[in-house]
Each structure stands twice: as structure tokens, then as C-alpha cells.
């Protein structure tokens, strides 16, 4: 069963970056397709950026262009690299592994993105 931590998290200015970091266990990791999501307090959570195992990026349109997903599969890690952030980005970000269509299940505990005005 994978298990995910997240790390990387903080309070930054509107406009600075961060970089997330998330470790994956349980898993061959080269098999699965890795994303981030994030849950903003009174919100769903909500996708933001995904990597395939062949290297494929896709974002949502709110992070497009500011927002870059990577990954290190002798590692097992896979990266979010956040510039021209926003207050709207503040809320808890958690990465996930996908096999096939699926999502799994076993979420780590996030990190915390907290952006001020």
C-alpha cells in the first residue's frame, strides 16, 4: 500500500516560490502516475498538477505557467516547484499516486502553503 509525506511547506509573500517534496512508499514507483492536489480551508480538495510515469505533465488552469511538477523515479520523489504565488494558493497540498485511472486512497498528511497578501 503506498504511503505519501509531504514536505516543503510555509509562509511566503504574494509573489515568492516554494518547492514541495513528497516521498512515496510501497509502490514501483516508475509504475504510477504522480500528482499534487490541494484543500483550501471550507474546500473541497482540488487537483493541481500531475506527472505520468512516461513524463506527461498536465496542470489545472489556475497554476498554469506558475506552477512546475517533476519527479525522481530512482528516489521515489516527485516535486512541486511554486512561483508567482498567490493568496489563493494557501491551503494544505498533498501529493498522490495513480494507477490506471485511479487515485489511491492513502493520503499523507500534506503540507501547509499559507501565501499573504
Known amino acids: 500500500q503506498v504511503q505519501l509525506v509531504e514536505s516543503g511547506g510555509g509562509l511566503v509573500q504574494s509573489g515568492g516560490s516554494l518547492r514541495l517534496s513528497c516521498t512515496a512508499s510501497g509502490i514501483i514507483f516508475r509504475n504510477y502516475n504522480m500528482g499534487w492536489f490541494r484543500q483550501a480551508p471550507g474546500k473541497e480538495r482540488q487537483f493541481v498538477a500531475r506527472i505520468t510515469s512516461g513524463g506527461y505533465r ?32 494557501t491551503a494544505v497540498y498533498y501529493c498522490n499516486a495513480q494507477y490506471g485511472n485511479q487515485w489511491s486512497g492513502n493520503w499523507g498528511q500534506g503540507t501547509q502553503v499559507t501565501v499573504s497578501s
Open 58 to 89: 498536465n496542470y489545472a488552469d489556475s497554476v498554469k505557467g506558475r506552477f512546475t511538477i517533476s519527479k525522481d523515479d530512482a528516489k521515489k520523489m516527485v516535486f512541486l516547484q511554486m512561483n508567482s504565488l498567490k493568496p489563493d494558493d
